[in-house]
């Protein structure tokens, strides 16, 4: 029993002094350092580099010190990232669902019609349980970022539903080839467009039709294609978001759930800076949607998400989740009772 006790004794020193080692070492190495492919639609100073600064401190706390590039075209983000240039990137969901068409599917038609919608969704995939849904092969979303609900602005403010879009000039991106067929099938006419030109092609008269939060109609100076007699139909197409895609073996243990439940935490946040620009833009530019065409709205919008997942677009799951928020929000909803529902 003695021999036993003395050499406890001699090994809890030797131990201690293994331990103050090893936490020498971690505080020495630092945080791992990694490369962030920041794609920010006005450059650098703009309202988008702050919340990436923002991201990029609250990232220290999780291990990772964030080298951040900056890129004003989201396709070639996406490619850096595709490539093995950066770590992370920041891409909207249109370019993210390439890395995860769970995700991806967050910008299905009014399939989250108000913001208390959407925040259900967003703490619903920031819950640890969901992490099996956030990782597709190499790649993994960090977290989703509110962009605020994106809305129809027309040169024509008689456009008060789907079916008025008919005939209109319609910018489309180069990188949803999926939503020219769409275009076309609603009666419109296409014109290739990227985030870069789509506005400035609205503001020339290039195109009637142009899809936005309201962040950008102060940005990108929408007054100018919504004048003479335009205006901005007061339903949300969908709900414009931001995903923080990375490769998930780069990043520390840990990291990817602390970011998402990050971004759930700063949402009333992002929500002040989205109301706001919602708030300042002059009352007579909204055209109300007409309550007689909302079921009209409702059925077009389903539709096109079923056309979205019947042609392998849109997850499935996604949608079905998607569907059981909004009856759970409101179970008065057709759809909600609909033996083929999503």
């Not at 990029?56 to 396709?75: D, F, P, R």
């Not at 956030?134 to 970022?145: A, K, L, N, P, W």
């Not at 040169?155 to 275009?183: F, H, I, T, W, Y």
């Not at 042609?311 to 759809?335: F, V």
Request: with cysteine.
């Amino acid at each position: 029993m003695k021999i036993t006790t003395i050499k406890k004794q001699l090994l809890r020193p030797l131990l201690a002094a293994a331990l103050l080692g090893q936490s020498a070492l971690c505080l020495a190495a630092g945080p791992a350092p990694i490369t962030m492919c920041g794609f920010m639609l006005m450059g650098e100073g703009g309202p988008e580099h702050q919340l990436l600064l923002d991201y990029q401190t609250a990232a220290l706390q999780w291990g990772v010190k964030i080298e951040i590039k900056s890129y004003m075209n989201e396709k070639i983000v996406a490619e850096e990232l595709k490539s093995g240039v950066c770590d992370i990137a920041n891409m909207t969901s249109m370019q993210a669902r390439n890395f995860n068409k769970f995700t991806g599917t967050l910008d299905a038609p009014a399939s989250m019609p108000t913001y208390e919608h959407l925040r259900t969704v967003l703490q619903t995939l920031a819950k640890p349980s969901a992490a099996k849904y956030m990782r597709d092969g190499e790649f993994e979303v960090v977290g989703v970022q509110p962009a605020g609900a994106v809305y129809i602005f027309s040169n024509d403010k008689n456009v008060r539903s789907l079916s008025d879009l008919a005939g209109k000039r319609m910018g489309v991106m180069d990188s949803m080839p999926e939503m020219r067929q769409l275009v076309v099938d609603m009666g419109m006419t296409p014109v290739s467009s990227s985030l870069t030109n789509l506005f400035q092609k609205f503001n020339n008269k290039a195109i009637d039709i142009t899809g936005g939060p309201a962040v950008v109609y102060e940005m990108m100076e929408l007054h100018k294609g919504l004048e003479p007699d335009g205006g901005i139909l007061n339903e949300p197409i969908l709900q414009g978001n931001m995903q923080f895609v990375a490769r998930w073996n780069k990043l520390p243990e840990g990291y990817a759930q602390s970011s998402r439940e990050h971004f759930i935490r700063n949402f009333d946040q992002s929500l002040e800076f989205i109301r706001t620009a919602e708030d300042n833009i002059p009352k007579d530019l909204w055209i109300p949607l007409q309550e007689d065409k909302r079921a009209e709205y409702n059925a077009q919008t389903r539709q096109l998400r079923l056309a979205f997942r019947d042609s392998n677009i849109y997850d499935a799951k996604m949608l079905t989740l998607l569907r059981k928020i909004r009856c759970k929000i409101d179970g008065t909803r057709a759809e909600c009772t609909a033996p083929d529902a999503e």
